[in-house]
């Protein structure tokens, strides 16, 4: 039977069905087809009828698509679709292989490959952030700004950004083949994850009076508490805080990241769908150093609330560009398939209430090139430090 | 855009049930008794729905129970992972027939999206168009549209903006040598040319066909009758990244040159054969057909019809190498379609074209330095003049 044969048999036999029913019904008869007939509340039925682009599709693929299809496969797609509406990044779907990959590879367990991802507003894939100095990366070339196209031929769009910087980890000499795309060239680069050797992430100014602390991108509270630690222990009068490009602090990080600098202020304030408000406070006893903190479009979440709350219960001066735009408090379901998915269920405001989300958070001074920022803030530092 | 594209007049589900079981189903008090099989139909989503409600009562922002439908539609065809079976919303369903109709508010370009470079190149500008009075030229590619930076998988957005009332201003960034070209234009009524014809080299008649799209067949058949009354005494086909269409005006075309006869058989799922075959005309003339890497599709089952049937000559290189056949239909209640792979075909040969291509019967590569750009029925064009010169050795060898 050909194709549009056959979809005219499938129609005719819905039709025969349907004029049948209602024929048994007029007649008030329809309990003798009761082996073939359903009754459902009306409810349910408009449900359903509301539904139609969805059965019409499923019917159509189940018919007529020129390969086999398994139906959780489907179901699963489906959920996925509505996971990751466009109108929310911050949430995502995860499929059981990728998550079993995921589970080999923990960002900062094991080897590295020195890259820390990034991401911009409107950016369809991740980019590189920042390159840990003599890492793999480094020596192959890989430079901040280059678009992360593929990672070992999958691409990963911009939503994608932790997974993605879990990647970066893994077994020593595990390979990674990246294709990257700098000024619109594709840039193929394979390199090998080495052991990692974490690097200060501080330096103290040639007059020994400013600190400064660059924030890695994962916001790791350990790294900045003993890089913090020797600055003030080195006798640093002011502070450089390097916040740009961190956009991966998880809400445990920052908590205690936002307690080294500002002590148990609130630093957000939790909104959920009802518009219930829950206060989030830092765990630490703070610092008195005066600050002057560095944004960019790179910036996101937790380190959005860090870098506002510095700005209100410190004083600090942020210079740079707008921040991303994104606070999400995300919750983790998994499905019966192994697959699992996160929903934004609650956005944080500031400590003194203001909203970041779409926004972004502006800097006092806007400052386009990443070395005119740098070299603002150790001005300022100094001055500040007098 | 447009795929190897085969319509089916299909009446979906839904319609099935507004019209029929709106007015006729058997309805008492609060129950609504229905076939079971339709109701089976209808629990095959019960999933999905149980996790759209999940969905609308924790994510935090207010979703509209549409919105979500047809992000799960989109969902479900993308788990798929064929790049020709997707969803239109709407709007954009409304605006595939527009395109088809060859005439709307636009900028008058022509895009072809590689899904592996994940880049949109113009690949044709049409005459007395915004895109032409601004300077666009062949071999851009499209950065940003407005404020959508594009890739592969927003082209169909990037398109939408494009297009709007004539009159109106659209701001587009195109890349040319690495360099981004910003510029402004006013969107006007666009005619699209699907097909342009002239004699060349003396008694050669010479048509290209950018696209299986609107009227193309009946165009094609005007430049077929008007070069004869010209006394064109071979034919050259230029197909060159022409990315398909509608099926249809591919057999349309090959019926042209085939007194009956296969052009093409199709396969689906289960493994039934359907064949398609030329009915009316046979033009016996000297026939070469140019294609290239971007020849796809309905390109593909024309080129190989002509070549396993008739011995056309193919002059260029190996074919995109797309054997599938997609559907298209409406679906729901709100105005949204889908398109479908739901085949498979082969030439009338027995050849299969997917992964594979056409392979020319006579390799010639347009140089480098070309940037795989050449102009109509230009004779500096390597391509076009080696197919001119194996045309006039047919003529010659058919005048002895």
Known sequence: ?386 | MKKNVFLICLLSLSLLLSTAFGEALPVSGQTVTMPRTTYEKFQEEAFVLEMMDLIQNEFVDDVSRKDLMEAATAGMLESLEDPYTFFYEPEQFAQMWEDDEGAYGGLGILINTNYKTDKSTVIRIFTGSPAEQAGVQRGDIIYKVEDLLVNASNINDAVSIMRGEPGTDVHVIFLRDGEEVPLTMTRAIVNQTRVEWTMIDGDIGYICVYEFAGDCSEKFRAAMEELKAKNARGYILDLRDNPGGWTQDAEIMADVFLDGGLIYTVQYRDGTREESKAKSGCLDVPLVILVNENSASSSEILSGALQDRIGAVIVGVKTFGKGIIQGVVPIGQEGAGMQLTVAQYFTPNGHAVHGIGITPDVVVELPEEHDGLYNFADLKDPQLKKAVDIMQEKLAGAGK
């Open chain 1, 1 to 386: 039977m050909n194709f549009k044969k056959r979809i005219l048999a499938m129609v005719t036999a819905v039709l025969c069905t349907v004029c049948l029913l209602s024929s048994a019904g007029a007649q008030g008869a329809s309990g003798l087809f009761s082996a073939w007939t359903v009754s459902i509340p009306m409810e349910e039925f408009t449900e359903y009828l509301n539904a139609a682009t969805l059965v019409d599709a499923r019917n159509m693929v189940d018919n007529q698509y020129y390969k086999p299809v398994d139906a959780a496969t489907l179901d699963a797609g489906a959920v996925s679709g509505m996971v990751t509406m466009r109108s929310e990044i911050a949430n995502l779907y995860l499929k059981k292989d990728l998550l079993e990959v995921l589970e080999e590879h923990t960002v900062r367990q094991g080897a590295f490959s020195g890259i820390w991802v990034t991401r911009v507003q409107d950016g369809s894939v991740c980019v590189v952030g920042s390159v840990e100095p003599d890492s793999a990366a480094a020596q192959a070339g890989v430079l901040p700004g280059d678009l992360i196209y593929s990672l070992n031929e999958y691409v990963y769009p911009a939503r994608f950004i932790n997974p993605l910087q879990a990647l970066m980890w893994g077994r020593e000499g595990e390979e990674l083949k990246l294709i990257l795309v700098r000024d619109l060239k594709e840039v193929d680069v394979t390199l090998s994850l080495r052991a990692y050797d974490p690097q200060p992430c501080f330096t103290l100014s040639n007059s020994g009076r400013v600190g400064y602390l660059k924030v890695p991108a994962d916001g790791d509270a350990d790294t900045v508490g003993a890089s913090l630690q020797a600055l003030t222990d080195s006798g640093a009068r002011s502070l450089i805080v390097d916040l740009r490009d961190v956009c991966q602090a998880d809400a445990r990080q920052i908590r205690q990241t936002a307690g080294l600098f500002l002590g148990g202020e609130t630093y957000g304030i939790r909104v959920d769908k009802n518009g219930n408000r829950e206060a989030v406070s830092g765990e630490g006893k703070g610092t008195d150093l005066p600050m002057i903190v560095l944004v960019n479009e790179g910036t996101a979440s937790g380190a959005e609330l860090l870098a506002a709350g510095l700005r209100t219960y410190k004083g600090a001066k942020i210079l740079g560009k707008k921040t991303y735009g994104s606070v999400p408090d995300v919750q983790w379901y998994t499905m019966e398939n192994g697959d699992r998915f996160c929903l934004v269920t609650a956005r944080y405001l500031t400590g003194d209430g203001q909203v970041i989300q779409s926004g972004g958070l502006h800097p006092d001074e806007e400052i386009d090139s990443a070395q005119a920022q740098t070299e603002a803030a150790w001005k300022m530092a100094e001055e500040l430090a007098q």
